[in-house]
Protein backbone atom coordinates (compact mmCIF):
# COMPACT_ATOMS: atom_id res chain seq x y z
CA UNK A 1 0.00 0.00 0.00
CA UNK A 2 1.27 3.39 -1.07
CA UNK A 3 0.80 6.47 1.36
CA UNK A 4 1.54 9.99 0.01
CA UNK A 5 -0.04 13.62 1.05
CA UNK A 6 1.29 16.93 2.32
CA UNK A 7 -0.14 18.89 5.59
CA UNK A 8 0.94 22.02 6.33
CA UNK A 9 1.91 23.66 9.56
CA UNK A 10 1.79 27.31 10.30
CA UNK A 11 5.28 27.61 11.93
CA UNK A 12 8.84 27.79 10.88
CA UNK A 13 10.62 24.86 9.27
CA UNK A 14 13.25 24.38 12.46
CA UNK A 15 10.03 24.35 14.40
CA UNK A 16 8.24 21.74 12.81
CA UNK A 17 11.41 19.89 12.57
CA UNK A 18 11.91 20.02 16.67
CA UNK A 19 8.41 18.64 17.43
CA UNK A 20 8.46 16.01 15.06
CA UNK A 21 11.69 14.46 16.61
CA UNK A 22 10.67 14.91 19.59
CA UNK A 23 9.54 11.73 21.62
CA UNK A 24 7.60 13.19 24.52
CA UNK A 25 5.41 14.83 21.57
CA UNK A 26 5.61 11.95 18.97
CA UNK A 27 4.03 9.48 21.84
CA UNK A 28 1.37 11.92 22.48
CA UNK A 29 0.22 12.36 18.93
CA UNK A 30 0.60 9.40 17.47
CA UNK A 31 -3.37 7.34 17.43
CA UNK A 32 -3.35 4.33 19.83
CA UNK A 33 0.09 5.07 20.88
CA UNK A 34 0.52 3.39 24.44
CA UNK A 35 4.53 3.40 24.93
CA UNK A 36 7.10 4.90 22.91
CA UNK A 37 11.08 4.09 24.18
CA UNK A 38 14.24 5.41 23.29
CA UNK A 39 16.58 2.18 22.93
CA UNK A 40 19.24 3.82 20.84
CA UNK A 41 19.65 7.12 19.19
CA UNK A 42 16.77 7.58 16.69
CA UNK A 43 15.49 4.11 17.41
CA UNK A 44 12.30 3.63 19.24
CA UNK A 45 10.19 0.73 20.87
CA UNK A 46 6.51 1.07 20.47
CA UNK A 47 3.19 -0.20 21.46
CA UNK A 48 -0.05 0.75 19.84
CA UNK A 49 -3.46 -0.22 20.23
CA UNK A 50 -5.43 0.15 16.89
CA UNK A 51 -8.59 -0.83 15.83
CA UNK A 52 -9.56 -1.03 12.02
CA UNK A 53 -13.41 -2.28 11.06
CA UNK A 54 -13.98 -5.36 13.45
CA UNK A 55 -10.56 -6.14 14.15
CA UNK A 56 -8.99 -4.75 16.96
CA UNK A 57 -5.17 -5.16 18.62
CA UNK A 58 -2.10 -4.22 20.43
CA UNK A 59 0.79 -3.82 17.77
CA UNK A 60 4.79 -3.86 19.25
CA UNK A 61 7.10 -2.41 17.36
CA UNK A 62 9.90 -0.56 15.81
CA UNK A 63 10.37 2.66 14.62
CA UNK A 64 14.37 3.84 13.23
CA UNK A 65 15.21 7.31 12.14
CA UNK A 66 17.44 7.30 9.24
CA UNK A 67 19.42 9.38 6.56
CA UNK A 68 18.58 12.45 8.86
CA UNK A 69 18.76 15.92 6.77
CA UNK A 70 18.06 18.68 9.41
CA UNK A 71 15.59 20.70 8.98
CA UNK A 72 14.82 19.54 5.90
CA UNK A 73 14.11 15.60 5.55
CA UNK A 74 14.85 12.00 7.17
CA UNK A 75 13.91 8.43 6.45
CA UNK A 76 11.61 6.47 8.63
CA UNK A 77 11.45 2.73 8.98
CA UNK A 78 8.18 1.07 10.88
CA UNK A 79 7.42 -2.72 12.08
CA UNK A 80 5.05 -4.34 14.15
CA UNK A 81 3.40 -6.99 14.92
CA UNK A 82 0.30 -7.79 17.19
CA UNK A 83 -2.33 -11.07 17.19
CA UNK A 84 -4.09 -9.08 14.18
CA UNK A 85 -1.57 -8.88 11.90
CA UNK A 86 1.95 -7.32 10.49
CA UNK A 87 2.77 -3.83 9.33
CA UNK A 88 6.27 -2.98 7.70
CA UNK A 89 7.05 -0.13 5.96
CA UNK A 90 9.11 3.18 5.54
CA UNK A 91 8.11 6.70 4.31
CA UNK A 92 10.66 9.77 3.41
CA UNK A 93 9.21 12.69 5.39
CA UNK A 94 10.57 16.39 3.81
CA UNK A 95 9.97 19.63 4.56
CA UNK A 96 9.76 22.82 2.48
CA UNK A 97 9.68 26.53 3.50
CA UNK A 98 5.93 28.17 2.75
CA UNK A 99 6.51 31.98 3.62
CA UNK A 100 5.98 31.66 7.15
CA UNK A 101 4.62 28.13 6.97
CA UNK A 102 6.07 24.62 6.64
CA UNK A 103 4.49 21.91 4.37
CA UNK A 104 5.67 18.45 5.16
CA UNK A 105 5.56 16.15 2.18
CA UNK A 106 5.28 12.41 3.17
CA UNK A 107 5.69 9.51 0.53
CA UNK A 108 6.35 5.55 1.58
CA UNK A 109 5.05 2.05 1.08
CA UNK A 110 3.79 -0.35 3.52
CA UNK A 111 3.21 -3.98 3.60
CA UNK A 112 0.54 -4.98 6.09
CA UNK A 113 -0.26 -8.49 6.86
CA UNK A 114 -2.81 -11.45 8.89
CA UNK A 115 -6.45 -11.11 9.66
CA UNK A 116 -5.85 -7.23 9.68
CA UNK A 117 -4.89 -7.47 5.66
CA UNK A 118 -8.33 -9.09 5.15
CA UNK A 119 -10.35 -6.10 5.99
CA UNK A 120 -9.50 -4.65 2.15
CA UNK A 121 -6.84 -2.47 0.97
CA UNK A 122 -9.68 0.04 0.13
CA UNK A 123 -10.91 0.57 3.80
CA UNK A 124 -6.95 0.64 4.98
CA UNK A 125 -6.46 3.29 2.81
CA UNK A 126 -8.83 5.27 3.89
CA UNK A 127 -8.07 4.48 7.79
CA UNK A 128 -4.47 5.44 7.11
CA UNK A 129 -5.32 8.78 6.04
CA UNK A 130 -7.61 9.44 8.88
CA UNK A 131 -4.97 8.13 11.46
CA UNK A 132 -2.24 10.11 9.30
CA UNK A 133 -4.47 13.68 9.76
CA UNK A 134 -4.87 12.68 13.05
CA UNK A 135 -1.22 12.87 13.42
CA UNK A 136 -0.77 15.77 11.91
CA UNK A 137 -3.92 17.97 13.39
CA UNK A 138 -2.22 16.70 17.21
CA UNK A 139 0.89 17.96 15.96
CA UNK A 140 -0.09 21.26 14.87
CA UNK A 141 -1.74 21.60 18.74
CA UNK A 142 1.74 21.15 20.15
CA UNK A 143 3.79 23.55 17.50
CA UNK A 144 0.99 26.14 18.55
Known amino acids: MKLEGKYTFKAARQKVWD ?4 QKVLASCLPGCERLEEVAPDQFEARLKIGVASVKGTYDGKVR ?7 SSYRMEVEGSGAPGFVKGEATISLEDK ?3 TD ?3 SGE ?3 GGLVA ?3 QRMLGGVTKLMVNQFFKA ?6
Not at 139 to 144: C, F, V
Request: hydrophobic share 45%; proline share 3%; no cysteine.
Open 104 to 106: ILY
Open 110 to 112: AQI
Open 65 to 71: ILEKHPI
Open 19 to 22: VLLD
Open 139 to 144: MEKKIQ
Open 118 to 120: SIG
Open 99 to 101: GDK
